[in-house]
Structures are given as structure tokens and as C-alpha cells.
T-cell receptor
Framework: GEEVAQTPKHLVRGEGQKAKLYCAPI?????VFWYQQVLKNEFKFLIS????????ETGMPKERFSAKCLPNSPCSLEIQATKLEDSAVYFC???????????????FGPGTRLTVT | DAKTTQPPSMDCAEGRAANLPCNHS???????VYWYRQIHSQGPQYIIH???NNETNEMASLIITEDRKSSTLILPHATLRDTAVYYC????????????FGTGTRLTIIP
């Protein structure tokens, strides 16, 4: 498709429960990114993939967070044992690139709002 | 990636040009300047990018100073739908680099 799709739109979990978010990147895009927006303006990069391989995971919390991008499946971001501080909007983005020096923008999905109670 | 500085908020009258400044004094020679915006709580939307020349597209114009230490995003005829948070991002862009968002400028278009 021509848009990044994210499901669900909203997710409510009790503290300690698992949360799983999904992202379908635009067809043909090689890179997928996950960002977390906790406060209204502050974005935090979590992880990126090149196809199904982890490209950059420098922003990923070492515990409780994991992510995958498997062939022919939506990408996923999973949070084990959610905490109140995980409440945020999680955005997925994809980018069409072969890695050559050029200028490719990232296309963002509508986000998943996770509320941990 | 180079750090950027933007004013926290600006107002602009509907129909007028909105000029949003960004300082990026530590930008390196092959880093690009990108602008994105976030309308309400939607996903960020790409607007425009440039390296050293001024750029224009159907949404906006980007003016980059000769020393590349600052830039201005221009929305030529602002409408109410342009009310959003605007982010100036400097990045070594091969398309696979993470974006480092600052706090952006909250632009409010006044009717």
C-alpha cells in the first residue's frame, strides 16, 4: 500500500501485561523505524530494520522491549510487563532507500496510543 | 547528528507567509536540513529538505544561509490547516538514518 499502517489505534494494558503493536510499511520500502512519543513534542528513536534485519537498535530499552520484521508479515514491537512510563504514542515509519547518498524522507504511520493503567 | 534550535512557538495570520527559523550552527558539510511537521497527534509529515541551495516544492520553500548555520522554512500563504508543530532536523541522510527530533516550533495560524 501507499501508506504506513499501524494497528491497533489504541491499546490499554494493565501494568505488568504484555503489549504488542503492529506496523505494515509501504510496499517496496527497505527500512522500518519505530519511535516513541511520550510527551506531546518529544520523540525518541527506538529501533530500525533493513528488511528483516536489525539496522540500529541504539534506542531500544534492553529489557522488556523487543521488535521483529519478518518476511511477508507486519513488523511488530512488543513490550513485556508494561510499566506506567511506557504510556506513549508509538509511531512506525518506513523509508525507500538503497543506502546510497541521497535524500529520502521517512513516511510515518498514524501511531498506536498505548495507555498503561 | 547536529543539534538544532527553534523558537518554541509562533503565530501567523491566515493568508500571510509563515517564516519558521532554525539554527544548526554545528552542521557538517554533508548533512542535510529536513523539515517535518506534526498536525495535532498525527504521524509526522515530511515537508521539504535541502543541502545548501534554496529549495521549493508545492508545500513550502526552504532558505539555507550561505554558511549553512541556519535555515528558514517558508509557508507562503498559511491556512488554518498549517497549524502544527514544525521540526527542523539535520541528518546524514542515506535514508536509513534515524531522525532526531527536537522540541520543534508550535505554529498557530490565526483566522
Amino acid at each position: 500500500g501507499e501508506e504506513v499502517a499501524q494497528t491497533p489505534k489504541h491499546l490499554v494494558r494493565g501494568e505488568g501485561q504484555k503489549a504488542k503493536l503492529y506496523c505494515a510499511p509501504i510496499k517496496g520500502h527497505s527500512y522500518v523505524f519505530w519511535y516513541q512519543q511520550v510527551l506531546k513534542n518529544e520523540f525518541k528513536f527506538l529501533i530500525s530494520f533493513q528488511n528483516e534485519n536489525v539496522f540500529d537498535e541504539t534506542g531500544m530499552p534492553k529489557e522488556r522491549f523487543s521488535a521483529k520484521c519478518l518476511p511477508n508479515s507486519p513488523c511488530s514491537l512488543e513490550i513485556q510487563a508494561t510499566k506506567l512510563e511506557d504510556s506513549a504514542v508509538y509511531f512506525c515509519a518506513s523509508s525507500p532507500t538503497s543506502g546510497t547518498p541521497s535524500s529520502y524522507e521517512q513516511y510515518f504511520g498514524p501511531g498506536t496510543r498505548l495507555t498503561v493503567t | 547528528d547536529a543539534k538544532t534550535t527553534q523558537p518554541p512557538s509562533m503565530d501567523c495570520a491566515e493568508g500571510r507567509a509563515a517564516n519558521l527559523p532554525c539554527n544548526h550552527s554545528t552542521i557538517s558539510g554533508n548533512e542535510y536540513v529536513y523539515w517535518y511537521r506534526q498536525i495535532h497527534s498525527q504521524g509526522p509529515q515530511y515537508i521539504i529538505h535541502g543541502l545548501k541551495n534554496n529549495e521549493t516544492n508545492e508545500m513550502a520553500s526552504l532558505i539555507i544561509t550561505e554558511d549553512r548555520k541556519s535555515s528558514t522554512l517558508i509557508l507562503p500563504h498559511a491556512t488554518l490547516r498549517d497549524t502544527a508543530v514544525y521540526y527542523c532536523i539535520v541528518t546524514f541522510n542515506f535514508g536509513n538514518e534515524k531522525l532526531t527530533f527536537g522540541t520543534g516550533t508550535r505554529l498557530t495560524i490565526i483566522p
